[in-house]
């Protein structure tokens, strides 16, 4: 059994880290977090628009999003959920289209009228699949064709699959392809028609702030500007990290940076040699502040391979520009490879790169508008879920003794989200408690 008086340290405290230390905390057991940030929040890093928060990465919730939105009733905070239908464009061959719901489909000129009749039956069809099972060893680009068609599979998912994964896309799995399908569906209100998305009033750095209150209250010891810098092991036993050059024991340590951070800290020391063969993308998201909306939908999926982007999120598309002040907040997403040349741009630089394509979406887009911009960069975002990622998963307890891993790489077979940080923290706490 695990022992009660077990030190345990937490490397990161994004939502993961914190829901661990929530977890933990609350059966009484010791936790310290370490975070390298001078702030708590990871990828829910906020900045100010017109005096409010806004996330420096877009966020929204589905529907089927139980474990945060449950997380959010334990915290007192299910009042700050705000639900809506915000509207999605679809961007291809120099048409932007309104691609928000069936109708949407019927009339999606960019492919023919039987192809739209067969995305929209195939996808119904792929609705009512639930194991995902079936799928695991398949490519979703080999799967895909034979299930849309060719068309709809070349002018639709084809490019979402590249944005996302770049030159993995030929590679990724179908049970992923399942999962995004299915969580987007559940999320569509009760005819089917619109998806129904929800935004944590006050950006989504109130849930890391209230659990960061929550486990301070609870004598966690939160060390913020505290990069760790080593995991230190013996004879397949964890000792502690190394923090600012000073070593500390603990007898377990739990991880949850991305795979390559976790492989730094480990030195010589691996815990299995299949992590290296999950590849990572990066996130770039260039933010601007804007006087003024361009867009007459809150997301627009670029279907344009030659586009140096791959979506566009205008904020106020789902929440009311009078809560920033009047100012339209948008988004420029990217997902790059993470030696991409884009990773060393100025903002200025991105947007000299961006200018004239966000034109070609938004003709009404111009430089003039912008009043602030930030740029923000993860190169550990997203790890490719390539067929046969099953077998690649880490399992949350390593083979070195007293050390877990808890992060995104665990997620599976949905896309990455906050919700299923949650669910990972909660799984792995389980597998330390049994340990
Ligand atoms: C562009 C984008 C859009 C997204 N949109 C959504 C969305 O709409 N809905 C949704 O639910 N989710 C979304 N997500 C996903 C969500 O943000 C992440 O799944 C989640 O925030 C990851 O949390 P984490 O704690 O696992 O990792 P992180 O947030 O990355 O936290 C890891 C922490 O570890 C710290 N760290 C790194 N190295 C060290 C070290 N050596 N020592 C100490 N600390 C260290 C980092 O500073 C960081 O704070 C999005 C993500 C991105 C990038």
Redesign the pocket.
Known sequence: MFRKDSRIAI????????TLAYELCRRGLKVEL????SV?????AVVKVGGEPLER?????FRG?NE?IGLLKELGMSSKLEWGKPSMGFFSDGILYPFSNPVDLVRFGAISISERLRMGLATKRLQRISDYREFEDVKAAEYLPGLVGNEAFEIVWKPLLRAKFGDHWRDISMAWFWGRVHVRFKSRDRLGFREKLAYIRGSFRQITLALEQYVRERGVLVHLS????RISVEQNHIKGIRVRGQDLKFDTVIG???LP?LRG?LGSHTISQDYGAIAYRG?L?LLMSLRESVSPYYWTNVGDVDLPFAGLIDHSGFIDASRYGGRHPMYV?NYLDPSHRYFDMTSDELLDEYEPHIKNVFPKFDRSLIEEIWVSA?KV??PVIKAGYQRRIPPYRSTLKGLFVC??SQ?YPED??????VRIARECVQEILNS
């Open positions: 490397i990161g405290a994004g939502i993961t880290g914190l370490f975070e390298a940030g708590v929040g990871g990828e829910l990465y877009y966020h929204h919730l999003d945060i505290s990069q760790v810098e949850t940076v991305g951070i800290l996130a998201v997403s993860d975002a997203q992060n995104t997620i990455r989200g906050t919700n299923y940080n």
